[in-house]
């Protein structure tokens, strides 16, 4: 049996946000991986009085095992890759994938109503996830985000696997992260007591909260 760190996804935001020693200063952008990081990272965005916007990053997952992720698709369109799964997989499959990857961030950026001058405009953007098992579509985000050239990246995410952390922090500016599992459970839900899927409709409340 797995103990469980969180509750929920609201939780893990409110243990996120209360981790943080010295709050930073600046112009704050909260980035919640959309759907699940989305609802995690809104109370990280509330305690440190900035806005909240929504990065869909879309996972491309193994075609014999669909919820282990060997690519994941940014709304720029470059597409990250784990090429040990992938050099195994019809690039073909894999370009449709991705035209189904965004077009699906397409939608998502129009329900959601995004605008990107925001982050433009940011000093420190923070990027939040409601946890990391590859971490493929995280590094997908950090490479996105630093698109926007902000003078600095922070990641805070509730639990992931030891040594991801290891390398995510060579990386970025700094990252929190409130359990770092030597031995990972393989599936993020196991760290929490109640995790279902997000919803668009969640989210958008979460963004319009």
């Given amino acids: 049996m797995f103990r469980v760190y969180f509750s929920d996804r609201n939780n893990a935001g409110y243990l996120l946000a209360h981790a943080w020693r010295k709050p930073p200063v600046g112009r704050i952008v909260v980035c919640g991986l959309a759907r699940g990081g989305v609802i995690v990272a809104s109370p990280l965005a509330k305690s440190l009085h900035a806005p909240l916007f929504p990065v869909s990053v879309k996972k491309i997952g193994h075609p014999?095992?669909?919820?282990?992720?060997?690519a994941a698709v940014t709304p720029d369109g470059f597409m990250f890759e784990n090429q040990v799964?992938?050099?195994q997989i019809s690039r073909e499959w894999l370009h449709?994938?991705?035209?189904?990857?965004?077009?699906?961030i397409s939608r998502r950026e129009k329900l959601y109503q995004t605008d990107k001058s925001v982050l433009?405009?940011?000093?420190?953007?923070?990027?939040?996830?409601?946890g990391v098992a590859t971490g493929l579509t995280l590094l997908a985000a950090v490479r996105y985000i630093r698109s926007f050239s902000p003078e600095k990246i922070f990641v805070a995410v509730p639990v992931a696997p030891?040594?991801?952390?290891?390398?995510?922090?060579?990386?970025?500016?700094?990252?929190?992260c409130l359990e770092k599992a030597v031995v990972f459970s393989g599936s993020v839900g196991s760290y929490y007591a109640s995790?279902?899927?997000?919803?668009?409709?969640?989210?958008?409340?979460a963004l319009s909260s």
């Fill in 162 to 176: 030891a040594d991801f952390i290891d390398r995510l922090s060579k990386l970025v500016d700094k990252v929190i």
């Fill in 85 to 87: 799964e992938t050099s």
């Fill in 120 to 130: 433009l405009n940011a000093s420190l953007i923070v990027i939040v996830d409601d």
């Fill in 195 to 205: 995790f279902p899927q997000v919803t668009d409709a969640r989210v958008i409340s």
């Fill in 64 to 70: 014999g095992n669909p919820e282990y992720a060997v």
């Fill in 96 to 104: 449709n994938q991705r035209k189904l990857a965004l077009a699906e």
